[in-house]
Nanobody, 121 residues
Framework: QVQLVESGGGLVQAGGSLRLSCAAS????????MRWYRQAGEQRELVAAI??????NYADSAKGRFTISRDNAKNTVYLQMSSLKPDDTAVYYC????????????????WGRGTQVTVSS
């Protein structure tokens, strides 16, 4: 019913930049918060989040280097990453709180399948 598809990952040298995109599709009634997570080992960590009103939050590791934004008309969230470091190497996942309406409104949190970001030193 709802899909999140990430794109924009790849291989970049340290100090470089990448822009990740995540598009939501399906029978979407509304989207509230949208987030980017990353996973390099066993633990998945929150990198950045943007609320429905545009309020943003960042992990300490992302502050000053990453910018999260959204285009509500396109149901898309972006993560602009700059000054990338080898420690940023991970699979990046997007996540969103989405409402669908089939007879009644139902909210749920959906995940994308991830996009690999590799930063070489």
């Amino acid at each position: 019913q709802v899909q999140l598809v990430e794109s924009g990952g790849g291989l970049v040298q340290a100090g470089g930049s990448l822009r990740l995109s995540c598009a939501a599709s399906g029978i979407i009634f509304s989207i509230n918060a949208m987030r980017w997570y990353r996973q390099a080992g066993e633990q998945r960590e929150l990198v950045a989040a943007i609320a429905g009103d545009g309020t943003t939050n960042y992990a300490d590791s992302a502050k000053g280097r990453f910018t999260i934004s959204r285009d509500n008309a396109k149901n898309t969230v972006y993560l602009q990453m700059s000054s990338l470091k080898p420690d940023d190497t991970a699979v990046y996942y997007c996540n969103a709180d989405i409402a669908i309406k089939i007879f009644k409104l139902k909210w749920a949190t959906y995940w994308g399948r991830g996009t690999q970001v590799t930063v070489s030193s």
